[in-house]
């Protein structure tokens, strides 16, 4: 027989559908279980309310992943969990016919607190975002290996998530990139090379859409990382494509992604402040501009910094729009809203004297679902636009 998960209770009521539950509305337990454990959670009045993972260090102290009291959180649920986002994406969402590359777990999204994965060809990159993930890890590999007969794997957590959760992990070995192709473009998925997962499969829909606007276009990729939207641009098509950096180490890959499809975008090493700023100097202008900045900030109190830099830098973008040119601009920083983003979009446009027609609002791919009642989890904010 297996132990009884230990319990834990909540000290207010909880009316909540949300996942998590913060350390202040929870009972320190006597014994405090090991952060990432498995545990029951009551309430006030010692009902049940459901089963998740316990981390007395972090924030968030309880994850709640089931709410059905007959069903066990075990080693099954995982592989039942998993088979369920992997059956979204294939069977439902119909990936498989467009990308080999897709969002395979994205968290709460898909009800696994604090996990996510993501699929390039045979490599499957593993990002922990919880103690609890990481603490079964060893479930999830066998839940995926199920799922992705000879898989390879790469797996990591960021520092501060470290810090927070209150676990250590080096990270596996760092895996040797795959070759992916999507929408019948191809490019080289590097976890060990480049930020994070290596290459950003939530702007698929959107360079897909993009690039469909572009054949003999001038093109400017901002922040084109490894070249996803200028590679599409040039495939498609586009008379010329710029892409702009400020990391060297991407802009290899971005070449080297560029040769894989036969195309020769220029790839230029800046940062785009004062690129553009000497660009708009010297009256440089683009039909098709994209600017798709790193994350600003996961703090709350640096939002209006944040909005502040978008603003500086999609004021300057502007300007080197032509008169009737498109203008995409994004925003993966969850914090930021949509309509704090587009208010931005509004005083960038007041402030460069610029007339900006939104065709499109969009967001990540659907292999990023976030649930209504953890709005958090959505974070990219995609805008299309016209610029008169
Ligand atoms: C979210 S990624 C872009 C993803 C890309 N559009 C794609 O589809 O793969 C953001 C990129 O912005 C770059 N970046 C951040 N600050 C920058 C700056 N001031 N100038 C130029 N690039 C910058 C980062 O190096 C990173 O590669």
Redesign the pocket.
């Known amino acids: 027989m297996n132990e009884p998960n230990p319990t834990v209770r909540l000290r207010n009521p909880w009316r909540s559908t949300h996942p998590w539950v913060f350390q202040k509305v929870v009972e320190k337990p006597a014994q405090k279980p090991r952060p990432g454990s498995i545990v029951e959670i009551v309430g006030v009045d010692g009902e049940w309310i459901g089963r998740g993972f316990y981390n007395g260090h972090s924030r968030i102290a309880l994850r709640i992943l089931e709410t059905d009291r007959d069903v066990a959180v075990d080693q099954a649920w995982f592989e039942r969990r998993i088979a369920a986002a992997v059956a979204l994406r294939r069977d439902l969402l119909k990936l498989d016919d467009t990308t080999d590359a897709w969002r395979v777990v994205h968290s709460e999204g898909d009800g696994l607190s604090g996990l996510v994965v993501d699929r390039y060809a045979d490599l499957l990159v593993v990002e922990f975002f919880s103690a609890g993930m990481f603490r079964h890890r060893e479930w999830i590999y066998d839940a995926l290996r199920a799922q992705f007969p000879g898989c390879r794997f790469h797996a990591f957590a960021d520092e501060h998530v470290q810090k927070q959760e209150s676990f250590d992990f080096r990270g596996s070995e760092p895996a040797a990139p795959a070759i992916i192709t999507e929408h019948g473009i191809r490019f080289r998925a590097d976890p060990a090379g480049?930020?994070k997962t290596g290459?950003?499969a939530d702007?698929r829909e959107n360079?897909q859409w993009l690039s469909q606007h572009v054949a003999g276009m001038r093109v400017l990729?901002?922040?084109?990382?490894?070249?996803?939207?200028g590679v599409y641009a040039a495939v498609r098509g586009a008379g010329e494509v710029t892409g702009?950096?400020?990391?060297e180490a991407?802009l290899d890959i971005a070449r080297g992604n560029a040769k894989l499809n036969g195309v020769r975008p220029r790839f230029i090493q800046?940062?785009?402040?004062p690129?553009l700023r000497d660009a708009g100097a010297r009256g440089d202008q683009y039909d098709v501009v994209?600017l798709?900045?790193?994350?600003m900030t996961r703090d709350r109190d640096q939002v209006i910094p944040a909005l502040k830099k978008y603003l500086d830098?999609n004021k300057l973008a502007l300007g080197v729009v032509k008169p009737g040119g498109m203008f995409a601009t994004?925003s993966?920083t969850g914090l930021v809203s949509e309509d704090e983003f587009l208010g931005m979009l509004r005083r960038a446009a007041f402030y460069s004297g610029r007339e900006v027609q939104v065709l499109k609002i969009a967001g990540a791919g659907p292999d990023h679902p976030f649930m209504a009642q953890v709005p958090e989890s959505r974070y990219l904010k995609a805008v299309f636009c016209r610029v008169e």
């Open positions: 480049a930020h290459f950003f702007q360079r990729d901002l922040c084109c990382n490894t070249g996803g939207f702009i950096d400020i990391d991407v800046a940062d785009i402040f690129w994209i798709d900045p790193a994350k830098m994004f993966c």
